[in-house]
């Protein structure tokens, strides 16, 4: 069932989105050759525990196990929901960090700080029953000075993302979305992927309608005002193909081993166009 938002349930989602805006901009310090990719994690864990916001993926049910980590961190060749792990980062890597979190909450209801974000079937509780205010983001980051490949990879990828954006309009369709983003993409020799989609969010981080990075203009669902989206298409230098990891049922790779990229926002369709929940600054930048 799709929902359109009420005022208050925007309001929400926006006060989660800063949040998850503000640690993506954190993340822009500590992802540097030689870091840790686990300390991606842990500054994440940190600043929910200090912002006192959930980190809704952990705990989210999957194939084989649920998800056991605040974040996703997909290196190079990894598409999505790959999990974040002890790596040094070298120059040259293209990483995509993605985040789902709630609104800032009360601490007399929940205090996130006392919570053991490893214990999975604990943090589920909270995680899979939340029907606040949430957000939902990823982003990409090079690490060093990355290859020519990668540099313009990210910025077509980012484009494709805010070309997308542009359509979700008051009157267009769902197709006019995915029409954008893969004629932008294709145009420049990428394959979009095509098993994971954007979606709608509210009350929980997936719901109707799905929203693809590939489609016919003038086809699929009238967008209207209200509709609260995300955007998210991953772009790959070679196939759109993709193959899952067998062991997790998680991590997605590109099939040829080619780079693959990220970004996301999440976004309310408005009757002045699409207001962006998780911005990080000026648009078309952040």
Same mark, same amino acid.
């Given at each position: ?83 974040? /792990?002890?790596? $040094? !980062?070298? %120059? @040259?890597?293209? =990483? ?122 003038? /086809?699929?669902? $009238? !967008?209207? %005002? @209200?509709?609260? =989206? ?57």
């Amino acid at each position: 069932m799709i929902t359109l938002k009420s005022a208050r349930e925007i309001e929400a989602m926006d006060r989660a989105g800063a949040v998850l805006a503000s640690i993506h901009k954190g993340l822009r310090e500590l992802i540097k050759p030689g870091a840790d990719m686990w300390e991606v994690e842990e500054y994440v864990r940190r600043r929910c525990k200090e912002e006192n916001v959930l980190p809704l993926q952990i705990g989210v049910s999957g194939s084989i196990m649920d998800y056991p980590y605040a974040t996703c961190c997909g290196l190079n060749d990894e598409v999505a929901h790959a999990f974040p /792990r002890h790596y $040094r !980062l070298k %120059e @040259g890597d293209l =990483l995509k960090v993605d985040m789902v979190l709630s609104e800032p909450l009360d601490k007399s209801a929940v205090d996130v700080s006392k919570l053991n974000f490893d214990n999975v079937a604990e943090m589920k509780q909270y995680t899979e029953n939340y029907t606040g205010g949430l957000a939902d983001s990823c982003w990409a980051y090079a690490v060093g000075t990355v290859s020519e490949e990668a540099a313009k990879l990210m910025a077509i990828t980012k484009e494709a993302l805010y070309l997308g954006i542009e359509q979700a309009v008051i009157g267009n369709r769902i197709g006019d979305i995915g029409a954008a983003i893969q004629s932008y993409a294709e145009s420049h020799g990428y394959g979009v992927v095509r098993d994971l989609v954007g979606h709608g969010v509210g009350p929980t981080m997936h719901e109707e309608p799905m929203v693809p990075h590939y489609g016919t203009a003038g /086809r699929g669902l $009238r !967008l209207r %005002e @209200g509709m609260v =989206l995300t955007i998210e298409p991953m772009i790959n230098t070679g196939t759109w193909e993709i193959d899952t990891d067998p062991e997790t049922g998680w991590a997605h790779k590109t099939l040829d081993g080619g780079l693959s990229c990220q970004y996301e926002h999440q976004f309310v369709i408005t009757k002045d166009g699409p207001q962006i929940l998780t911005s990080q600054g000026e648009e078309r930048t952040y």
